[in-house]
């Protein structure tokens, strides 16, 4: 139990490893000089020479800017559909990118390790934002990119199949895009379990920048699983999906597949019971 719990303390930050997979599934909350320390320890194993090395609370940055569009153009309404006139929606944004130059950024942060070989991509003002860690701010995020816990040496042919880029119009500088991660177990034993040739499948998860006008990325929001149903990581993302998939989960509600608590089943269930008493009312 111990060894386990000093493993789940690495999970604390799969930045450096497995941005280029999945996202991670942490607690979430602002995050602050004792968890940078946290943070840079899971990544790299070593406890951090002084505070110095990591930003103090105050310089968690204030949230990074958000260019927003003056106006909506609909192309047309009927019912619930509101199609939205990308073309003339981003034009009245004033947005000085090109959609075509905002992808290629957003591709090129992904090549570049989600900005861990050019910091410059990263604008002053950059927040990383994940499902369950964040805001973080620049220095914290870049704190972070130095560990080496890795799924690829379990999983050699690990890819991550980006795909569905696509500009935002209704948010001046942001481009969305989807990755469905997917590696086959024959590698190096992963987390204490043996590879057994089994192909892991995520579920599809929803990626994010929101680039300024130079085209540096003023927000970075991690994968979120968009489908809990598909694949066979429990819809899971980041390491706890392949923690899951090879029967290794850590103790913690993240770390596990979406359970509906004690509260909502109650919810449930009392609703259920006054909908059907209406009907009765009602025949």
Known sequence: PITRMRAASRLLLLLPSCLAFTPLSLHQGSVGTRACHQLRFASTGRAAASNARCPSPAASAAPAANISVSKTVFKEQRGNLDLVDTEKTLAESGFPMAPEAMISSAQLFIEKKYGAEDTDLLAPEFQFIGPFIGPLSRDQYVSALGGSLNPEASFPDLTARQYGFTVDPTEAGRVWWFARPTGTFTGQ?????????????????????LLDEQGRVLKFNMGTPVDRTAGNSGGLGGLFAYLYFVGR????????????????????????????????KET
Do not use: H, W, Y
């Open 189 to 209: 034993a992963f987390m204490g379990a043996e590879a057994d040739g089994r192909r892991i499948e995520t579920a599809p998860q929803c990626f994010g920048v």
């Open 249 to 280: 989960p850590f103790p913690f509600r993240e770390c596990k597949p979406f359970k509906q608590s004690f509260q909502m089943r109650a919810f449930l269930a009392i609703g259920n019971l006054l909908s059907k008493f209406a009907k009765k």
